[in-house]
C-alpha cells in the first residue's frame, strides 16, 4: 500500500479510498477540491499499486494497514473518509477501528452484505478473464470499460493497475469484500452519508443502508435514480463533490 498525499498537513484530514480494479486516480477531482480547506489522503491500495505489484489479502488488513498510518500521521482523527465500491466496505471496517475517529463517513455503493459460494466463483473468473484480456489490450473490453467502468482518461492507470495484479489478489478481494458483514454503532458524532444508485447490482447497497440507518440513525440515504454502481463518483466527479459539500453544510446547519 502506498499513500499519496495533498495540501498542507497541519489542516484537518480527508481520505478518500479507491474501489476494486479502480486506480486511486479516479479521486483526483475530489482530492484537489478538499485539499483547499483539508490535509487529503489517497492510499493506493494493494493489488492497485501502479509501479510495483502487491498483494491483497483481506479488506481487514487494508484497514489496520490505514489506521496505522492514522495513527502516526493525524492521531486518528478524520474530517472526513469516504470510500468507493470495496473501498466503502474498508471505510465501514476503518471507521469502527480503536483510536479512529472520523466527523464525516460516506459509503458509496458499500457492498456490507456476504454472497454465495457460487456467486463469488462467477464474480472472481468474470475479473479473471476482464485482467487477463486487460493485459493483453484486448480492444473490445477496454471499449467495454470506457463505457461502463471508467472514464477514458483513466485507463491507462486502470491498465497499469492490471499489469501488476496477481490472481491471488482477486480471490482474496472477493472472498473478503463479500463475506458475511457485521454492522456496527458507530459514535453518534460520526454523521453518515450512504449513496447508491438504482441500476444493476445497486440493490444490494440500497439494503445495506436500510441495514445501516436502522442501527445509526444519524444515517442519510441518498440514492440517484438511474444510475449504476459507482456512476457519480467515476462519470461525475464534481457533482459527486457537490452532493457531499452540500451535506455536509446541512449537516453543519443542523447541529
Sequence with gaps: MIFHTIGEKSKSAVLLIHGMLTPRQIWDTAAEHFSKEHYVIVPELDAHTLD???????????AEKIRQYLMETTGGKLFLLAGLSMGGRIAAELAAMPGIETSYLILDGAP?????????????????????SSKKRDPKVL???????LPERFIPDYLKVADHMEETSIDNMIDSVFAPYTFRKYSDRTKILFMHGTK???????????????INPQTKINCYQGYAHAQLACFE????????????????KGQ
Design 200 to 214: 444493476g447490482n445497486e440493490a444490494v447497497a440500497k439494503k445495506a443502508a436500510l441495514k445501516l440507518k436502522k
Design 112 to 132: 456490507l452484505s456476504s454472497m454465495s459460494g457460487l456467486l463469488k466463483g462467477i464474480m472472481k473468473a468474470n475479473y479473471k478473464s476482464i485482467i487477463r
Design 52 to 62: 510495483e505489484p502487491s498483494t491483497f489479502t483481506s479488506v481487514e488488513n487494508e
Design 237 to 252: 466527479p464534481e457533482k459527486w463533490v457537490e452532493e457531499i459539500d452540500k451535506w455536509i453544510k446541512a449537516e453543519k
Design 143 to 149: 471499449a467495454s470499460a470506457k463505457k461502463e467502468f
